[in-house]
């Protein structure tokens, strides 16, 4: 293709309606159809990156390779694609403004006055249109929060620039939601409409509108919103809910909403290939048509907002999937989780992750957790802080250090089982400053994971600032545990196992972030194979 194509994605009535799925799903029908796709996420928030937020404030903090801390929907991005992103397929408004202003003060404006107009926007338009030389026919741009919001304006307003910038290799999808009222027993077009005006007084005229509903949306009442919204009538599409997030793009694909798109695009349809989406077909049918099940349990101080582990649990239902099994997750808060009551909550599972995290609160827990699964044989999975409290309770329960810790809880421990990195030491401030991004990784020849990867190098991606502390290395391997995966670079043992467990394994990063649709994580799926082979706990036999 001659020239990057975009698309702009907007959402109206109110927020969580799904833009980022359906950013994803028209992303994953155009490359089915052969062409090269991206998608990015504009967010309205100040905060530089999602990194120092709470995660029952914005959910899952998602690391691309290239280290940048990003919103969760970039997950959902790789998860459908299986194209990995970068630090300029997330721009925050507190980027924004930081770039506009650093600027401004080495003097590359030359002394103008600096304004919203045209300077925000222009670097907005700038971040938007970097991808142009990167080669991708589609560049998919979601823009977070709802049309409206203050936040959204320097955004909604460089999107109108761009359409008339670019014509034809412009196009605005907008979300709205169209509500069933029951009472009446009526759905209602008004939101829609009202929305569709809001962003025409914003001088943005969309071409498709995505209506979200719990119910079929009838011909006429789309023809109605059609002529009051300026809309052709075969570009008002619904998308209706779904058994999983998976089910919609080949809703979508139904819809013939890549159509639209690209025959709104100037396509000749004659000319384009069809979308072949077998593979993607064949994993969604292994997902609702699983009838055995796999009990996980997933432990960790955040699990009244299930958003904070999207990637793991989405990892844990490819995996399932793919070992023709139907997951049931237990959420488990680590914070209530004791020695003595373990069994009672954890009775039952076939295996348990023990999640990553940040801070004191829940940590005993874990502690309870882990020691009950590796005395009874139970399959167990941990990640980053979860490796890290496998070492401890490891040192604290086996090698008797019972006052062992992570000088991140506990600075004045005199069993330092993980110590903050020698490079973190002397840095002061929090955003950006761990170790991110995606290291290299030597596996340990013979271990279970170079069997689970099946090669001796591998990369994964990082967020933390402390590490297994190497003085206890020589004493935990005599002890049964193996350090199997091992950054020589930097000396950094990266991934434990205990060779005399079932499965019972550790990595200080985070492969959640690479599991996709058509390639879901090894680790997740040896692990559920793992929880759903025979054999019973120790004690139990």
Known sequence: MDTTKYIFVTGGVVSSLGKGIIAASLGKL????????????????????????????????????????????????????????????????????????????????????????????????RNIKSFSEKDFDFVITEIGGTVGDIESLPYIESVRQ???????DCLIIHLTYVPFIAAAGELKSKPTQHSV?????QGVQPDILILRTEHDIPTDLRRKIALFCNVEPHAVLQSIDASTIYRVPLNMHREKLDDVVLTKMDFDLKKTPEADMREWILFVEKLENATQIVKIGLVGKYVQLPDA????????????????????LKLILSDDLTDKNAAQKLTGLDGIVVAPGFGQRGMEGKFAALKYTRERNIPCFGICMGMQTMCIEFARNVLGYTDANSTEIDPATSHKIVDIMEAQKHILNMGGSMRLGAYKCELKKGSKVYEIYNKSEISERHRHRYEFNNAYKDEFEKAGMTCSGRNDTLDLVEIIELTSHKWYIGVQFHPEYSSTVIHPHPLFVNFVKAAVSPGLPKGEE
């Not at 005006?197 to 007084?201: A, G, P, R, S, Y």
């Not at 582990?309 to 049931?328: G, R, T």
């Open 30 to 125: 155009l490359q089915s159809r052969g062409f090269r796709v991206t998608i990015q996420k504009l967010d309205p928030y100040i905060n530089i990156d999602p990194g120092t937020l709470n995660p029952y404030e914005h959910g899952e903090c998602y690391v691309t390779v290239d280290g940048q801390e990003t919103d969760l929907d970039l997950g959902h991005y790789e998860r459908f694609l299986g194209v990995e992103t970068h630090r300029e397929n997330n721009i925050t408004t507190g980027r924004i403004y930081q770039e506009v202003i650093n600027k401004e003060r080495r003097g590359d404006y030359l002394g103008k006055t600096v304004q919203i107009i045209p300077h925000i926007t222009d670097e907005i338009k």
């Open 197 to 201: 005006k809001l962003l025409q007084e």
């Open 309 to 328: 582990y999207m990637s793991i649990i989405e990892s844990l239902k490819h995996a399932s999937a793919y070992n023709d099994k139907k997951l049931e």
């Open 162 to 168: 761009l359409k008339w910038e670019l014509g034809k």
